[in-house]
């Protein structure tokens, strides 16, 4: 990070977490799609 603070075993499980919620991001964009949108195509 900006500060240095996650430097070393602790900056694999940051980018662990980053990619997870990143993941979480586009299953939400896809669930979104299914429910709201389908309907109206």
Known sequence: SATGHFRGPHS???ETVGL?????????IIIFGLIYVWPFL
Do not use: S
């Not at 997870?20 to 939400?28: A, E, L, N, Q, R």
């Open 12 to 14: 694999v499980a940051v």
């Open 20 to 28: 997870y919620w990143h993941f979480v991001d586009v299953v939400w």
